[in-house]
């Protein structure tokens, strides 16, 4: 194998590598949600459900909730520990789940 070419695969094994673990990332983000959005990420009784929700509205809405410009009980305070790129990452991941 050429130089050029061994540099290639090193390239791709690293970007599937970061792929893999920000899907981890988001992921691992995710796990503190279900406390009250249930594992599956369908919650029962009067509390959102998160699975297969559009990840722009997940966004958005736990960046209000941390901004203080959507009114909440607790969710300013979780929210408020979260950099955008952490909510983006576990809204990604909340948009890809299968709802029911």
């Known amino acids: 194998m050429t130089n050029a070419a ?4 090193a390239v791709a094994a ?3 590598s ?11 983000i995710a796990a503190s949600c279900v406390s009250c959005h249930a ?13 297969g929700r ?9 960046q209000e909730f941390r901004d203080g410009t959507r009114p909440s009980t607790i969710m300013r305070e979780l929210a408020r520990g979260y ?16 709802s029911r």
């Open 6 to 9: 061994l540099l290639l695969a």
């Open 14 to 16: 690293a970007t599937a």
């Open 18 to 28: 970061v792929a893999v673990a920000g899907q981890d990332r988001g992921r691992d």
């Open 39 to 51: 594992v599956d990420a369908i919650s029962r009784g009067g509390i959102m459900s998160l699975a």
């Open 54 to 62: 559009d990840k722009a509205s997940i966004v958005r809405q736990v």
């Open 83 to 98: 950099t955008d790129a952490q909510i983006e990452a576990a809204a990604a991941y909340f948009a890809a789940q299968r």
